[in-house]
């Protein structure tokens, strides 16, 4: 049976934070840009969402269920961020209270 | 985004079937209709609906396996002979005194109403379903 060999650690810059950039393969972005995607993405669901109401609200809908489903997607969206952003709150405040 | 893929399945659903409302409606409302832009009585119409094809899903299942909700393709207009009906007095009526009407058979049109009305349900649920898997996907690792 083989073991996996435990990689040794690399020294973490943080004066050059372009240099762990680029430790990540080409074409996968790294979780700053990943989570700026995912909050842009959000952004515009919540003016979708916004849009829709408005255009029901000044009788140009075509449907009623097009202006729901937009605001349910940006609620949605919403609680993902919700649950994203506490889930790294989490990892702080798990990482702060380590012993020294 | 890729979650909402379901969704947007089921919105085009749920515009088709109340497309199909539209038109059973617009049936309804010209039962009696003896007058068209085209000439002669008003003639029924139907939707024709097709499969929307979108590129599959990435991940799991087979590619071209998901299809992306549905689409109308085409509005077809009935075909058949229209109702006379022996009134004189019409204006539209011909030299034997017969008013042509259109071939609408309400009770038919009820019943593609209630088939319209249950398959937008039927979408409305599918959403719901989406949405529950969504807040149940949001819960893991929570309590």
């Not at chain 1, 952004?43 to 609200?57: P, T, Y």
């Not at chain 1, 097009?66 to 940006?74: L, R, S, Y």
């Not at chain 2, 058979?105 to 898997?133: C, G, H």
Request: aromatic letters at 4%; zero cysteines.
């Amino acid at each position: 049976m083989k073991m996996m060999p435990v990689n040794p650690f690399l020294p973490i810059s943080l004066q050059q934070p372009a240099a762990g950039r680029e430790l990540s393969p080409a074409g996968t972005a790294d979780f700053g840009q990943a989570l700026q995607q995912a909050l842009t993405e959000v952004n515009r669901l919540q003016q979708n969402a916004a849009l829709e109401s408005k255009k029901m609200v000044l009788g140009q809908a075509e449907d009623v269920h097009q202006v729901m489903i937009a605001m349910e997607q940006a609620r949605l969206a919403m609680q993902l961020t919700v649950q994203v952003r506490n889930k790294l709150v989490e990892a702080y405040q798990e990482i702060s209270r380590m012993q020294i | 985004m890729q979650i909402f893929r379901a969704m947007q399945i089921s919105a085009s659903g749920l515009t088709a079937e109340r497309f199909r409302l539209d038109l059973i409606a617009n049936n309804i409302a010209n039962v009696h209709t003896t007058r068209t832009e085209q000439g002669g009585p008003y003639r029924r119409r139907s939707a024709v609906f097709a499969e929307s094809l979108q590129e599959a899903r990435r991940g799991v299942g087979l590619p071209g396996q998901v299809g992306g909700g549905v689409r109308v393709a085409a509005v077809s207009v009935d075909r058949t002979e229209p109702r006379l009906v022996f009134e004189p007095e019409h204006p539209d009526a011909d030299a034997d005194g017969y008013a042509a009407y259109p071939n609408i058979n309400i009770v038919q049109e009820m019943v593609d109403m209630i088939t319209a009305t249950r398959a937008y349900e039927a979408n409305v649920t599918a959403l719901n379903a989406s949405k529950s898997m969504f807040l149940k996907a949001l819960e893991i690792g929570r309590g």
